[in-house]
């Protein structure tokens, strides 16, 4: 049992049969199909030679179709992780140089490495701290950078930086040097690709043409545009005159590759590799649950992080980067009837024979149209309404998104990215500093409390009923005592508080310091602190604490009890209501 828990294959291999392996095979050649040209642009992206996307799509996938749990998603490089790459082995090594695609392979052995030390200790609740806004903003904010740098290549002239900023005004400096001729192919490749993923489906059906068959051609349409452009340009001569082309691409299967380990090295790019390590994570979990809720699958958070791991530990020793699960492409492999991880393993048999036969063929294929790829991929991910959609909804995960957005187009993906960690966490602290504690009343005729200010409810003179909506900690202690303090300030009549626990999952030692001092200020004015609905848990903590047996006052099984209880009569009709015992 333990060993199929690490070993997922072993667990869905068992019961594969004829009909997964015809559905698998279908679903990776229109992956396969997809991913060649996407591994060429994305490598570029990274400022690696194409064949490291390729190589990138190889051994990692058939590494996560071991060890993976979810049935759909296909791993490979994606456009978010490539930008990362980019930014955090330029600081290190130059590009082109044999140093930077070094870095590359040293940076998919850290992130790896990482990802499985998180997986055995059990650490894929890290999504948790990445809020769902601000991954949004970061993706839209990544995604217009990587369709500005992807310009340079449209227009076919020389443009770098890594904020909008640079980018934008060195492509200003250079838009003179335009290449017409660059300039055509890349647009019409991009016009072209837009109008494919809106446009092709619906004209093929219409020509009578099978639904599946449509799809398939649908989703072949970057091909077509690799090879009319690369047509083009080799029968027209075009690189004579100019047009950038990918040029030789070394055939066979990926290589056997050794990252560097120096100390140096790896100290540069721990924090670039934890970075993409999480994001990638986060990004790849998303879609994995949301495609495996759609077939009422269970995808393990921690063995995915193993598996993702072991997928970069791959890419690293075989001539790739850091790769993880692409949002696109596994909703293709889904959508196209993938059952099982196998889909994705067939998926890389396909591409170890594109590298062996296919690779002398994209020579002459312009880097416009893989640019053109790039940023049409790309702009898919970019979403403002995250703006006013937060907006209008919760002004402080508006300032989080507008946060995150500004900090990566202004400053680059490293702040951006870590800016979004720190706001995620920041906002999960200010939200529940200051808790959403209600005062309550009984409503008439039932045994429910209600907010006082929200329905017209019963209260008692000398009764302080306050339910307490957030678990008690260090952050939101004192916040609590100071609201029961100022509350009896201002109300000379109480004689009883009752905290209302029904929603405190936790009160850690801070917390419950801070009730021992509202415990003892109130037993001082002779003011009784009583707790009710206290969840087991919670309750077996306090049992063996001063708290439970010092309390000047009672803890109730129901707010219930404590009204008819304190409430010192009859007349709601307590009696033989539970009045009863309290815990």
Not at 12 to 39: C, E, F, H, K
Request: hydrophobic share 50%; proline share 5%.
């Amino acid at each position: 049992m333990q060993l199929r828990h690490y070993l997922p294959i072993l667990d869905w291999g068992r019961s594969y049969n004829r009909a997964a392996l015809s559905n698998d095979l279908v679903a990776a050649v229109i992956v396969t199909i997809m991913l060649i040209p996407q591994s060429l642009a994305y490598a570029l992206l990274a400022g690696l030679p194409p064949e490291a996307g390729i190589y990138a799509s190889i051994l990692p996938i058939v590494l996560y179709a071991i060890f993976g749990t979810s049935r759909a998603l296909a791993v490979g490089p994606v456009a978010v992780v490539s930008l990362m790459t980019a930014a955090a082995i330029g600081q290190v090594a130059e590009q082109g140089s044999v140093g930077y695609a070094v870095a590359a392979l040293s940076l998919a052995l850290l992130s790896g490495a990482m990802l499985v030390a998180m997986g055995l200790l059990r650490l894929g609740f890290v999504a948790n701290f990445l809020s769902h806004p601000v991954i949004a903003g970061f993706i839209t904010a990544s995604g217009v950078l990587i369709a500005a740098s992807q310009l340079r290549h449209i227009l076919g002239i020389e443009a770098h930086g890594h904020t909008l900023v640079e980018i934008l005004s060195s492509l200003a400096a250079h838009l003179p040097e335009t290449d017409i001729t660059t300039l055509i192919i890349g647009a019409g490749a991009t016009g072209f690709l837009f109008w494919v993923r809106k446009g092709l489906r619906p004209l093929l059906l219409r020509l009578g043409l099978p639904k599946g068959l449509a799809e398939v051609l649908t989703k072949a349409g970057p091909v077509a545009a690799v090879a009319v452009t690369t047509l083009l340009v080799w029968q027209l001569d075009l690189a004579a005159q100019g047009v950038a082309i990918v040029g030789d691409v070394p055939k066979g299967l990926p290589p056997l590759t050794l990252p560097s380990v120096s100390p140096d090295l790896l100290r540069a790019l721990f924090v670039p590799a934890l970075l993409i390590s999480v994001i990638g994570f986060v990004e790849s979990i998303s879609v994995a649950q949301t495609l495996a809720a759609k077939r009422r699958q269970r995808i393990d958070p921690d063995q995915e992080l193993i598996g993702l791991g072991a997928a970069n530990l791959g890419a690293a020793f075989t001539g790739g980067y850091p790769v993880t699960g692409g949002f696109a492409r596994s909703v293709v492999n889904f959508d196209a009837g993938a059952e099982t991880p196998a889909a994705g393993a067939f998926t890389a048999v396909g591409l170890a024979l594109a590298a062996v036969a296919l690779t002398p063929l994209v020579y002459f294929l312009p880097k416009a149209t893989l640019a053109a790829t790039i940023i049409v991929a790309v702009l898919s991910l970019v979403d403002f309404s995250i703006l006013s959609r937060t907006w209008r909804y919760a002004k402080a995960d508006f300032i989080a998104v507008s946060a995150t957005i500004l900090l990566t187009l202004g400053v680059g993906v490293e702040a951006g990215v870590s800016s979004g960690v720190i706001l995620s966490v920041l906002l999960h602290l200010y939200k529940t500093a200051r808790p959403h504690v209600a005062e309550v009343g009984l409503v008439p005729g039932t045994q429910h409390f209600r907010n006082i200010h929200r329905h017209k409810v019963e209260t008692r003179p000398g009764l302080l009923s306050l339910r307490v909506d957030e678990s008690l900690y260090f952050v939101n202690a004192r916040f609590l005592e100071d609201l029961i303090l100022d509350r009896l300030a201002a109300d000379p009549r109480l004689r009883d508080v009752v905290l209302i626990c029904a929603a405190v999952n936790e009160i850690d030692y801070s917390a419950l310091e801070s009730l021992e001092a509202i415990n003892a200020r109130l037993a001082e004015q002779g003011i009784g602190l009583h707790l009710s609905e206290v969840k087991g848990p919670v309750m077996d903590r306090l049992q063996a604490t001063s708290l439970a047996q010092h309390l000047n006052g009672q803890i109730f099984l129901s707010q219930y009890d404590a009204w008819c209880r304190l409430g010192g009569d009859v007349s709601d009709g307590c009696d033989g209501a539970g009045v009863g015992t309290p815990l």
